[in-house]
């Protein structure tokens, strides 16, 4: 080990900056770089470069906190508990509404382009319908792309891997912004109404963080809207827990399934948990389902337009009896091996198309657009010319639905056909994406549509599914993924027809679980979504089994697709468990000078030279005689308290300890942690030149009990105590005596394999 | 502080042991002394004064860990996560077999018990009948009572608060042991069909993280089944998981609810969590779903005896429209603050009965019996005698189900009535607990139950349900507070019967709901487990809604049950927060001297004598000169360990390092944990007197990388640090220079707020 030390190179001088940074530095590594040409570790989608800031979930404890806190009354701990459950109340009131008003919207537009098809279609003006089709698709969908490429580049995609990273401690630039949060909702109404195969569930899950973030920022005091109450929550662990609501009321308002929101949050989206936020983000999702009732049965009425006949998924298959023998079962392991094969599959592929797509968007807004059109002309040629192929078949006797239909939803679409035949793959085709779906899950209806039309759309959804994906349009991955899955169980359900039970609807449902588990890996929330999607409980079982193969087939080739994007996307994400090579590297193996440290009393040229020259946001204190016998530890300093310490002016002309002066000036709240961008700057600092050598007594903002682990510590468990704590600084202390009492400070990037194994090369050959 | 500093006792000796001793420790504590007087910390039920034993989910990553690791094959790994879902299907196959002969066997022998009854009341010798009755009763209680008072004390009372302790990183002397499986088992079977108001669910807890438990112990040596690819399993942190997945089952087999038995390890029983556990937790509870559904299907034909009529509870509310209104909402509030207030009054009252019980129960097995058989004559009465008070009903004219009913389960008993007509207090009382929930809950059945007799009911119930938990039977809590809360359901709707459209049905499972939710103070686990239970989504957001006011309620008053229980048995239980006024004590503080070190080379003579003279479990290595240039920590060495080195007998004449002597003779497997009282004991060494004085090098067992803290760091981070990577020991180093390398050593209890409020009493002035 010892001989693994010398490897580091002295050039690389700002190890534990953790701001701004990130990519400058990794690209300044040479293995990374001759990693970039391999695997394009760009940063993807609209977001070239994206600055990323670590997030802090420690609590600060310097004097002023416990000042603070010593003084902290009983009915302001009742405002901050109150207050939470208030948040909550909102976030799932604002989420739900989202929710109502997206699919109100979506049903509308979409209805409208669709009716103004068929109706069209009905006179046989062929061309001029699809004239009317592809150009009503073309121009929703050169306005959501409008609105990304200008507006807000960041709201792009699903958002489910940026929020992810968000709550592992990572925030991306402007990804939980108010612009973002526009273009999100507006961007997914004109994406999906547009007939993308996209969906608004990943959209909604950061449209749902995005209005938590909002609400956790604080106020504006830019509008004069804030309130003094809010600043308990300027802190990034209570924006964390909001923002876990958040995503949990995203996934309720997108499937009405408030257990399945919680479900996801946890599995899925969380990287820490706890059991009291288990309890508030059910009430946000239960606050989504009241609201979402709310409006169907005010919907329900025919006041929401064409709202009320299809929208707000939950698919009815009921009518099926769920009885199962052994073929059944055998049927269902074969389509988990398939959606995870399929998954994995499809993984790669997304993973291929992204990597293209973030060079072609990297050339700007108009390149952005045009790919964006590209692709819509491309899904209304498919949409249209497609069901073409079907041959016309005769209406069933006994059907209680209409048949040929010429309205928005439901099944049996004509088409071209003549009266008392339907065209099958128009059904697919020519819907909104929920109506797809709901055709092929219906029951009771097994020959409602043909082999080779199923085969059809399959394809065409699958190659749609994967190259629509990351352009830049608000585009969720579960429609998409559900559409294909769908398809291909009502396929092998009807493969399965001679010798099972098991109706076709309820094999297209077994079919979106398998590729949904083949897809994003996920277990119990897919699970219980899909549980409360159908309202059935007797499928559990069979549920379970086929989510618990498609991931097992799915994991031996790839990772889920939420995980590979925050990757693709260079998010430095910690993981749960250490490397296993990291059992034999110490934390000093890692950490490199030069360091810099502050001394308790210091002088103010030396901070502002430190925090002009360097990126760091955390600086450990030394107190060093008079102050103390010997240099000792004094703790850690922040960057943006140093600031606000700073603008404050409390200096002194000699080398003493300022006394409480800062604890009467200042209070907590000062240096309560703004809103993205709104914390002061150093060019807001007017520290003039005479001011420089003169000193400032750091100890009353200085965190005197910063997390430490000694050198000698292995750097798995050291990764590990830095990810359970959720910390952005750890203090690396030396384990012998006579030396400084720092070594270095590791930052979430000190963990990133990439640096590790660049630090160490040979390691990865020995892997 | 410093003056806080100044309070500790330098007779508190034995400070950072940590087994066996702890009770000892609590007691010789003044304040303690004195808290007992009127707080009676007694450990409770059977297990008079338990040796607790904490657990070390830390890996000791000392050099033949590393060794062991480096070694490691692919092959071996493969084997290792296959064994996990191996042992996984096991503990699901065992835990559902187990449910399943459960109620059989319940079914069976109540079944029968009651046909007996019931031939004899149509026969008119009601007196003949009490006597069967009672009598039954009787024997079945006194068997019960004389396997656990005789066998296995543990066995005694829910056991959920003990696994829930055991998750957390307290073991509870056998509260795992294969005699308590035993007793669990049959206890609770002759437990349930003696009639008491108890429930199997959670026995069965118990019971699944038993056999997980068991799993996990790596064979038996004595019996020779011990398999090679076991010793993977032994240690803490695979046997928490393991017992964590035991538990999940337990709910999924009690309930027939898998997700809602993950749910319900995930919110109640565990102290720690990662995505990869939810996954085989899931897995898991598939599997038990599926044992239970393919015994249910063979039970159908009638091949299990009494089973298949009544058991294996699954409610059918499904007749019930679900539509409700504004009134109907303000009766689901009303009923959430019942359940609320009554559920703490329960909490009250169970803790204070249990406290009562324990002094009786202390004085030996045959009072411990008596007990029991008092109990049992008290509830025959009440079972036997009230429905006296009941008038005969007539029979509902459009009634499907037979009426008079004198089968074993079903409305409408006929009891003392003449033909056509039905006693309804008969009804709840003279049926098995399940059978009396499934009437309470029946749909479309309104005016079957008097108000008069619901009150009778409720109030018979909910009295025997607090006087019969911590008797010396295995006794769950589920189904005694699901009994009390449909009732008091039932009554209110009944109530609100003149403005409201819910059927009395879904009022009485919203009764269960809120009095659930008012005792046990879970949300998201008992939503789903109830809504597994009755199949019906659409009642989500009203079970949600009482759920939610429910626990609001209960949490002013106090703690829930389980919590409660924890503290009255005296286990030293980690809450996820710290207590605030640690924010003000450092580490520092609460450690205290004097402390016992090893050199890195140490005689025989002074390890044994530390062996023999404390109960420490850690004891902190200091290398000092020559072996390096000033005294430095080189880690921790576990008692375990250094007793497995000792047998081992590597001496040495002279102080030298011993090489690689240890790493030849040993393999990480000697040192893995042993199953519980398993271990080499101090008796079992043979260290002769001559080689007192030689040396033993105790480099290669030292865990190097041990978690360390600065004496300065606040007790309240200390805290979050132990409990979030489940610690068994943290070394407190110096801040300073100059001075021994290591402080103290901090344990659980150093961090339980009897503790430190014990040395710093003012504190509790303050708060």
Redesign the interface.
Known sequence: MDQENQVLNDDYDDIESDTGKVFERIYSQPFLIKRRNTTSQIAIVGANVCPVESLDYE?A?NDLF?QD??SRKKIQIFQYVLLKWVFALIIGLGTGLVGIFNNIAVENIAGFKLLLTTELMLKHKYYKAFAAYAGCNLGLAAAAAALCAFIAPAAAGSGIPEVKAYLNGVDAHSILAPSTLFVKIFGSVLGVSAGFVVGKEGPMVHTGACIASLIGQGGSRKYHLTWRWLRYFKNDRDRRDLITCGAAAGVAAAFRA??GG??FA??EAASW????L??RT??TT?VV??VL?AFIQLCSTGTCGLFGKGGLIMYDVSAAKVTYSAPDILAVILLGIIGGIFGSLYNYLVDKVLRTYSIINERGATIKILLVITISLLTSICSYGLPWLATCIPCPADVSASCPNTDVSGNYKSFQCPSGRYNDLASLFLNTNDDAIRNLLSTSTVNEFHISSLLIFFVAVYCLGIITYGIAIPSGLFIPVILAGACYGRLVGRLFEPISKLDVGLFALLGAASFLGGTMRM??SL??IL??LT?D??L??LV??VL?IS?TVGDIFNKGVYDQIVKLKGLPYME?HAE?YM??I?ARDVVSGPLITFSGVEKVGNILHALRTTGHNGFPVIDEPPF??????CGLVLRSHLLVLLKGKIFSRDRVLAGDKVLHRFSEFDFAKAGSGKGIKLEDLDVQEEDMDIYVDLHHITN??P????E???L??AA??FR??GLRHMCV?P????RP?IVGILTRHDFMPEHVLGLYPHIRLRK
């Open positions: 609590i404890e416990k806190w010593r408030p257990v919680v479900l946890l599995e948990w706890r059991s009291a288990l309890w059910f009430f239960a389902a009241i009732r277990t119990v699970c219980v549980l409360e309202n409980l007797l559990l079982p379970m089994l618990l991931k749960a296993p059992k034999h110490v103390s016998d010997a240099p000792e530890l005197a009990s997390y430490t682990v000694v000698t510590m292995s798995a468990k590990v105590l359970q704590l202390v384990k012998s005596q006579g009492p």
